[in-house]
């Protein structure tokens, strides 16, 4: 039996706890916020998951050296924001080649690195490996049928963490391309945020196919630029994510999207929806990447704009479908000269 401790104690961490309990893992989860703990102790279940019933047999800890000297496999699955500052609480504790799993998505706005290598870089005795597609703790902890890719620098751990995860309602498949599955599943909630400005401003789904089309070659542009594998790019952790993203309403990101789209404002939205959306703290982050890599982005930098620099999102759209006509694929040769 496999002895796990989730580092975090939000609705994705206990989406993953339930998860790994069925396959019969030994379960601890550690989270920061004694309250949230409480709460789950004494009610056996989440605010943000209603009507899922967190067993007994998973052990809550508020004792941060407890819980990672304990495991064998870490799952770091905390806001992206604490990712770093937690990482490095944890790094005394951590052992030599100990499993870090990242289940978050973001970039850091300061440093442009991603999750995996904030950790690296906070715990560089970690064989740090990330799990990532579309993947909604809502339905995870409904048994809803899933699918997900983890990656890892090696073939051993991604196949371990491949058998400690994969389920009948949980196919996991694996992949060495790191880079690729974390840029996927930090910058497809940059787009989301954008397709729920489309749904709060009334438009339709040609407007949504258009952005979830057009903000995937955004991100595949940039992610091989970056040296991320276009498979990777169109696989699970990208296009997959992508997808559910902006159309779920489990999404936090489309979901302030909607209500900056309905009027609010960045920090109107972001109260409103009472969690970490994530694209919010990854839209900087991304606009910089297009910047450095010297990759045109314009949606990326129309929401970056509606975010931070107050432009109404109607005008955002309006300039967006009036930029300069350009070819779809300018690789495709014409069959005629």
Not at 112 to 131: D, G, H, K
Not at 222 to 236: D, I, K, S
Not at 298 to 312: A, D, M, R, T
Request: proline share 4%.
């Amino acid at each position: 039996m496999a002895r796990v401790s989730i580092i975090g104690a939000g609705t994705w961490a206990l989406g993953i706890a339930l998860l790994l309990h069925r396959n019969g893992a030994e379960v601890t989860m550690w989270s920061a916020l004694e309250d949230e703990l409480q709460m789950i102790r004494e009610k056996h279940e989440h605010k943000n998951l209603p009507g899922v019933t967190i067993p007994e047999e998973i052990i809550l800890e508020s004792d941060l050296e407890s819980a990672v000297e304990s495991a064998e496999v870490l799952v770091m699955a905390v806001a992206s924001i604490y990712t770093r500052q937690t990482a490095a609480k944890m790094a005394p504790y951590v052992k030599n080649g100990q499993i870090i799993v990242d289940v978050a998505k973001g970039i850091e706005e300061k440093t442009l690195m991603t999750l995996s290598e904030q950790i690296q870089e906070e715990i560089p005795q970690a064989n740090v490996a990330v799990l990532s597609g579309p993947s909604h703790a809502e339905e995870v902890s409904r048994q809803i049928p899933t699918t997900c890719v983890v990656g890892a620098f090696d073939q051993k751990t991604a196949e371990f963490l491949q058998n400690l995860f994969m389920s009948e309602e949980f196919r996991v498949y694996t992949s060495p391309d790191i880079r690729g599955i974390e840029l996927g599943g930090a910058l497809k909630n940059v787009i989301a945020l954008a397709a729920g400005v489309a749904d709060g401003l009334g438009y339709g789904d040609n407007s949504k196919a258009a952005l979830i089309t057009r903000g995937m070659a955004e991100i595949a542009r940039l992610g091989v630029a970056m040296g991320a594998h276009p498979e990777t790019l169109y696989g699970l952790s990208g296009i997959g994510d992508l997808i559910v993203t902006c159309a779920s309403v489990h999404s936090r990101n489309r979901k302030a999207g909607v209500l900056i789209g309905q009027g609010k404002t960045m920090a109107e939205a972001m109260a409103e929806v009472k969690m970490v959306v994530e694209g919010v703290y990854s839209a900087k982050a991304a606009k910089a990447l297009a910047d450095k890599y010297y990759i045109h982005m314009p949606i990326v930098e129309e929401i970056n704009k509606v975010l931070f620099e107050g432009k109404p999102a109607s005008e955002a759209v309006r300039d967006l479908m009036l930029r300069d006509k350009r070819i779809e694929s300018p690789v495709l040769p014409w069959p005629r000269a």
